[in-house]
């Protein structure tokens, strides 16, 4: 019977740990221990500079302000890495709606609520300027008679 942490040989000449999670070939002793430190050593450096790499090539900072007024009229700021890209750019409310609806749900009914108002101004807006022009035509129809 064998003890825990001891190697048995059986007679094709193959060995067998026993109670151990160490290879075969450090239970027999045949492993050159410096090779074993140096492939340990060389492992360790290449799993930590992967990482790090990783990191450093899949990180983009960019930021993108989009500023919309009362009025419905929408402007984009873009800044990458702290250098602004774009600035003022002019943008539909239509295509901020849709982006913001492919972003999340709180953000599409936070902008749905601010475009919703900016539609309620230019129609109220809209009925004044034809109430007006409605006056006007009055007022010409009386000037021909």
């Known amino acids: ?22 290879p075969a070939e450090e239970a027999t002793g045949t492993a050159a221990p410096a090779a074993d430190g140096a492939s340990a050593e060389d492992a360790a450096p290449k799993k930590k500079r992967t990482k790090s ?16 007024t009362a009025e419905g009229e929408w402007q984009a700021d873009l800044m990458h890495s702290g250098k602004r890209v774009v600035q003022g750019l002019s943008v539909p ?3 901020v709606a849709k982006a913001a609806a492919e972003l999340h749900p709180e953000i599409s009914e936070t902008i749905d609520t601010v475009i919703t108002q900016a539609r309620e101004q230019h129609e109220a807006k809209l009925a004044e300027l034809e109430a007006e022009v409605e006056r006007v035509r009055k007022a010409l129809a009386e000037l021909e008679n």
Not at 3 to 20: I, K, L, M, R, V
Request: charged share 20%; proline share 2%.
């Open 53 to 68: 790499t990783a990191r450093k090539t899949r990180t983009v900072e960019l930021t993108l302000t989009v500023t919309g």
């Open 1 to 22: 019977m064998t003890e825990p942490g001891t190697s048995t040989e059986d007679n094709a000449g193959t060995t067998e740990a026993t109670g151990t999670d160490a």
């Open 93 to 95: 409310a239509a295509a």
